[in-house]
């Protein structure tokens, strides 16, 4: 969980600064911004505005919106602004002042766009959602909305279940948006609300959750959950958009820079789109197929033009593997050459001694490194198809600390689907062994710790029916692990009742908007944030709506409430390689050539890789 900043001015300079900038805003007009890059197009039509539901500092770094602003402003006649959400004392200064939320470029009411559009990136962003929206003075319910409202659309992984926000949001787009960005704008040019949905909905990917009358859910979509039931879901089955454009479109390369410090202060350089590893507890795995990668030529101008443009020191290759990049290597070195004193980073490491070596070239400085086995024993490990071994994990370990890199944190997961005491035992036998290794190659210097985050299942997984494990038995499994690790090996266990909020979220349909809805009237905001979480606030509205957190039990129902989304992935594959992982088979890479029938590979959409 991320831990809010500490405040260095003291709360009287706080409030006089807060005071002072909701002063400036007030005034029409007035342009509030000011990062380099910052598209300005005053007189453009229509007028949309983005968000990511969080804080600036998180929302600046993230860049899907990037992407997504830079080609709505540079490819298309439209506008597109943003807005974040406020702390909650900024929030608190501009509801007793009557100041709406305002978007950055221009300062104008985020309410007079003609759409506004939200990044659902991940289920604890939530609560934030509803906050923006009355923070903007736009009804909450899509069905209360008026003519003059925008029309409020969610993009993002977040809608692979778009359910339990279906009452707050007039339509989602499903999938990919940069091929779509221009039928999407011209679409907000039809002459009234009712004929902008309509236009939106004719657009391949957007669904309308409302069409045909459907409602918020309530207590009926409560007991048929309950009772393995699914409620039928308003619209028409909606397909994934893939953008088979990724491997000809060079990336973003004039990125927004704040003025203030983000999250992430680097180039990012997106290098490939989709994973064939086939983890099967990765929703983004399957989110994001096929897998497309960008030639190393392409890659390499765009971070020479980034970083000319930004002035930043350091340039993140990233992907959700990137070391299986085809052009890793080629990338790297080609722009090492050019700015030899640049760091090049790989986010993402597979757990073999290759991918160290990889990582090495990146940067003479050496910090630390991630790895992911996810399981302690290898039995696990087949059944979520992570194939990896021991000797493999030994190997980069041993890999890691003679290429001279300081620390290693190793990441793993509690709660997966057929996991037994012993499992989670074995995790502490590899800590204990990845340690004795470490030490022996790096002696005093070796540090190594461990991330251990609690399983939540996702929908169009493999383990969409396997239901979280619930908050005893992670409890349980966190105290054994504790117990046995060895003291030298610092560990943080993710929060259990965030984790507990989160699988209801991702797991629920329609009647989790009520439960949604009712937590943040109760005070929910920044759940993500471990200072900000209450799940006192949680637990109240959940027992106030009979609803029992942790998700339903979807493990007999032969359908799910998710079915009006089509991942492209066919459920039949999604069942098979539940059923592999009950028999603890491992399923191959499909980048080595073995096609694993999956369905997502048809005309237009196939694997594009660099050879």
């Known amino acids: 969980m991320r831990r809010l900043p500490k405040d260095s001015h003291g709360e009287h300079q706080l409030r006089h600064d807060l005071t002072d900038l909701l002063s400036r805003v007030a005034r029409p007009g007035r342009y509030v911004g000011g990062e380099f890059h910052v598209r300005h197009k005053p007189d453009a039509t229509p007028r949309v505005v983005l968000s990511y539901p969080d804080v600036y500092e998180i929302g600046i770094a993230n860049t899907g919106l990037q992407i997504l ?49 939200f990044t659902l990136q991940h289920e604890l962003t939530y609560t934030n959602i509803l906050e923006m929206l009355d923070l903007a003075g736009v009804p909450l319910h899509a069905g209360e909305r008026a003519e003059r409202d925008p029309i ?5 992984p977040g809608t692979a279940n778009p359910l339990p926000l279906a009452p707050f949001f007039d339509a989602f787009f499903v999938g990919e948006a940069e091929g779509r960005l221009a039928a999407l704008m011209a679409a907000l040019e039809a002459p009234g609300r009712p004929q902008r949905l309509a236009a939106l909905g004719a657009v391949p990917g957007v669904w309308l959750p409302h069409e045909g009358g459907a409602t918020g859910g309530g207590s009926s979509h409560r007991a048929a959950a309950a009772a393995g039931r699914v409620p039928a879901a308003a619209g028409a089955r909606v397909r994934r958009q893939v ?54 030529g392409m890659v390499v101008e ?33 722009i090492r050459e050019q700015f030899p004193h640049v760091r090049v980073s790989l986010p993402s490491l597979r757990v073999d001694s290759a ?12 910090g630390s490194v991630t790895l992911a086995p996810e399981a302690g024993t290898q039995a696990l490990r087949d059944a979520i198809n992570k194939r990896v071994d021991e000797g493999d994990l030994v190997a980069a370990v041993e ?73 005893a ?73 009979g609803v029992e957190l942790g998700g339903p039990d979807w493990s007999a129902a032969e359908t799910l409430p998710w079915q009006s989304v089509d991942p492209l992935v066919h459920d039949a594959f999604l069942r098979g390689e539940a059923a592999r992982a009950r028999r603890g088979e491992t399923t191959e890479d499909c980048r080595d050539g073995t096609c694993t029938s999956c369905g997502v590979c048809s005309g237009e959409i196939e694997m594009d890789l660099v050879r």
Request: net charge neutral; with cysteine; hydrophobic share 45%.
């Open 473 to 545: 038995l992670i409890r349980h499994r966190q105290e054994l692990l504790k117990e046995r690790l060895p003291r030298q090996v610092r560990a943080r266990f993710h929060d259990v009742e965030t984790s507990l909020v989160e699988a209801t979220m991702a797991m629920g349909g329609r009647e989790v908007a009520e439960l949604i809805e009712a937590a943040w009237r109760g005070g929910a905001r920044f759940d993500g944030w471990s200072e900000s979480f209450d799940a006192g606030i949680w637990r109240r509205a959940a027992a106030a709506l």
């Open 69 to 117: 602003y830079a080609g709505i402003n540079d490819e298309t006649p439209a506008a597109a602004e943003r807005a974040y959400c406020p702390w909650p004392d900024m929030a608190g200064l501009m509801r007793a002042r009557g100041v709406p939320l305002w978007s950055l470029e221009s300062g104008a009411p985020v309410r007079d766009a003609a759409l506004w559009g």
């Open 302 to 334: 765009a971070a020479a033009r980034s970083l000319r443009a930004t002035g930043c020191d350091e340039v993140s290759l990233i992907s959700l593997s990137s070391c299986d990049y085809g052009g890793v290597r080629e990338a790297i070195a080609g």
């Open 355 to 366: 991918a160290v070596v990889l990582a090495g070239l990146g940067a003479e400085q050496r």
């Open 243 to 296: 953008f088979t454009g990724f491997s000809r479109t060079a990336p973003l390369s004039e990125p927004l820079v704040p003025l203030i410090e983000g999250v992430h202060d680097r180039v990012v350089i997106e290098v490939m789109r989709g994973c064939s590893a086939g983890c099967r507890f990765c929703q983004a795995g399957v989110w994001y197929r096929p897998v497309r990668e960008r030639p190393a």
């Open 399 to 471: 890999a890691v600390f003679r290429a001279g890199y300081s620390g290693l944190k190793l990441y793993f997961m509690v709660g997966l689907p057929g996991e037994t005491d012993n499992d989670v035992a074995a995790i502490a036998g590899l800590a204990a062994l990845a340690l004795e290794r470490a030490t022996a190659v790096a002696r005093g210097r070796a540090r190594l710790s461990l991330a251990v985050s609690s399983f939540v299942p996702k929908a169009h997984t493999a383990f969409e029916r396997a239901g979280f494990a619930g908050e």
């Open 152 to 156: 409020v659309l969610g993009g993002g």
